[in-house]
C-alpha cells in the first residue's frame, strides 16, 4: 500500500518530528497509539519512516482542531487498521455533534429574540396573598402569566433551571427579575422541544454573562467558534482524503 511513497524516500524520526513542530518522542507516541502506521525498523532497531507517515501525520494534526484529540486519533487507528468505513462513521458522528451544536445555538439565539427586554415584575396588585412584598411575582402569578401549572415551575427549580427567593415571613417562593427572566427563557427553549438537561447549560450561559442583553456577545462568540470547527473539519478531510488515496 502506498508504495510510490514509500519507495520516495526514507525520514529518521527527527526529520518527521522537525517538519511538524513536534518531538521525537510525540511522533513514536503517536505510532505507538497507531495514530501513524507501525514504521519498519533497521538492523539496529531504529525506525525508519516514510512519507506516508509523514501524510499520516498531517492528516491527524489536520483533523485534531476540529474533531478533538480523542476522535481523531481514533479515526487515523481505524484507517490504519483498514476498517475505514468505522473511520467514516466517527466523521460522521463528529459532524452530526456540530450539527447539533449549531441546532442549539439557534434556539438560544431564537428564544432570546422572543424574550422582549421589560422593566422588572411588579406584584400583582389586588391579589391578596398572591402579591409577593417587593419586586417579584409569586409562583401562582408567575405561571398564569406563562401559561404553565405551578408544579412545572418547581419542577424546573428541582432541576436549578430556575432559583426563586424564599419569602421570609411566608417562605413562599417570590420571582425576582432573574428567575423570571430564566423562566421564560426555559419555556421558549421547551416550547421548542428541548429537553431540561440541554437547557441546563444554556441558561448558565444566561447568568455567566449577566443576562440576555450581554449574551449577544457570548453568541457571537459561539457562533465563529462554530463557524471554524466546520472549517477545521473541512481541511481535515482534506488531509485525511490524501492520505486515504496515498495508502492505495
Partial sequence: MGRNLQSGGRLRPVDLARAHGLSTQAVRNYEEAGILPPAARTSHGYRVYTPLHARALRAFLALVPGHGHR????????????????????????????????????????????LAPGPAPAPDAGRGQDAAPGP???????????????????????????????DPRTGYRVFDEA?????????????????????GPLIARVRTAGGLEPLGAAL???????????????????ELEGYLRARG
Avoid at 490504519?80 to 438560544?108: C, F, M, P
Avoid at 409569586?138 to 426563586?164: D, H, K, N, S
Avoid at 457562533?223 to 473541512?234: D, E, H, I
Fill in 71 to 114: 476522535t481523531a486519533a481514533a479515526i487515523m487507528r481505524e484507517v490504519n487498521a483498514g476498517a475505514v468505513e468505522e473511520a467514516l462513521r466517527l466523521l460522521d458522528e463528529s459532524h452530526a455533534q456540530l450539527l447539533d451544536d449549531r441546532r442549539t445555538l439557534q434556539a438560544v439565539a431564537g428564544a432570546l429574540r422572543d
Fill in 136 to 166: 417579584g411575582l409569586f409562583i401562582g402569578p408567575l405561571a398564569r402569566r406563562l401559561g404553565l401549572r405551578p408544579a412545572t415551575l418547581r419542577a424546573w427549580e428541582r432541576a436549578g433551571l430556575v432559583r426563586p427567593r424564599r
Fill in 179 to 199: 428567575a423570571v427572566r430564566d423562566a421564560r427563557l426555559t419555556h421558549q427553549l421547551r416550547r421548542g422541544g428541548y429537553p431540561l438537561e440541554q437547557i
Fill in 220 to 238: 457571537a462568540d459561539w457562533r465563529a467558534r462554530l463557524s471554524a470547527r466546520g472549517r477545521a473539519m473541512l481541511a481535515g478531510a482534506a
